[in-house]
């Protein structure tokens, strides 16, 4: 699949230089939904990706240009996605880097028409994440992890369960798992690895708007098998269940069909 648009620094390229800190993985990205000329979920995105750039010391990025950048492209596009990419400036060889002014780059690609069907199963992953709080949460670009997992399984499986190596269980390989006990619904603590979605971050809030408790917590494999309801979230397919995993399935559950809802009348999924 081609990139419909690509924009470095707001000019139409569709090359940088080798010598780019991208080499290093020294970056952060999101992933947009773009919904007729609409950039879905677009504060929190700039708000994760802003914070990001704080902790990894780049260069900060004006977020009007940011927005207005990002908006010019969505205009363009009915239903589509909206990769936006800050990559540390300086040039040249060697981990310590030098001056320059951070990079940014957007790339737009066609809205996926894979169908995936709930009843598909889902895999735990053999790969482990590393521990490290300096780096739990972040978008950053370093995602071999999550290349290396998802090696693993194959069509008809459709996303993989991650743990730490501590046994941790985290995330999906892209995505954020959520699980309901007793009407309580419980998310991974993220503090020394994962990603800290912003869907994630939403369908908390969604939750909670609907009156549910809602808790962050550390999860084994053991207590997700046990939960009453288990499902993902990610800012592209909102909330999916998970409705077998290894042995183990589960009927469809209502917590995550109420927050569904709840992100689709508020805006922050498409409704497809």
């Known amino acids: 699949m081609d990139p419909l648009?690509?924009?470095v620094n707001g000019r139409p390229q569709a090359a940088i230089p080798v010598t780019s800190r991208l080499q290093y993985g020294d970056g952060l990205f999101e992933t947009v939904v773009m919904d007729n000329?609409?950039?879905l979920l677009w504060p929190e995105h700039l708000e994760r990706l802003v914070r990001g750039i704080e902790r990894l010391g780049l260069d900060p990025i004006d977020p009007v240009i940011l927005t207005a950048e990002a908006e010019g492209l969505a205009i363009k596009q009915g239903l589509a996605i909206l990769k936006v990419m800050v990559v540390r400036g300086g040039l040249g060889r060697g981990y310590r880097p030098g001056p320059g002014a951070s990079d940014r780059m957007m790339t737009t690609w066609p809205w996926s028409d894979r169908k995936i069907d709930d009843e598909a199963p889902v895999f735990w992953c053999r790969t482990r994440l590393a521990r490290q709080p300096l780096l739990a949460g972040l978008k950053h670009m370093n995602r071999l992890e999550q290349i290396l997992a998802q090696q693993e399984f194959t069509d008809p499986y459709w996303e993989g369960l991650?743990?730490?190596t501590q046994g941790w269980v985290v995330e999906g390989t892209m995505s954020n798992l959520f699980v309901v006990e007793q009407g309580v619904l419980t998310t991974p603590a993220l503090d020394h690895a994962g990603v800290a979605?912003?869907?994630r971050g939403q369908?908390?809030?969604?939750?909670?708007g609907l009156?549910?408790?809602v808790r962050i917590d550390s999860?084994?494999?053991k207590r997700i098998l046990e939960a009453d309801e288990?499902?993902?979230s990610n800012s592209v397919m909102g909330v999916r269940p998970i409705l077998r995993l290894g042995q183990r399935s589960w009927d469809r559950g209502p917590v995550m069909s109420q927050i569904a809802d709840a992100l689709r009348a508020c805006g922050d999924a498409p409704a497809l």
Not at 203 to 208: E, F
Request: proline letters at 0%; charged letters at 20%; glycine letters at 12%.
């Open 5 to 7: 648009d690509v924009r």
């Open 37 to 39: 000329g609409r950039l």
């Open 162 to 164: 991650m743990q730490d």
């Open 197 to 199: 979605g912003v869907m």
């Open 203 to 208: 369908v908390m809030k969604r939750a909670q």
């Open 211 to 213: 009156g549910m408790a």
């Open 219 to 221: 999860l084994t494999s």
């Open 230 to 232: 288990v499902f993902l």
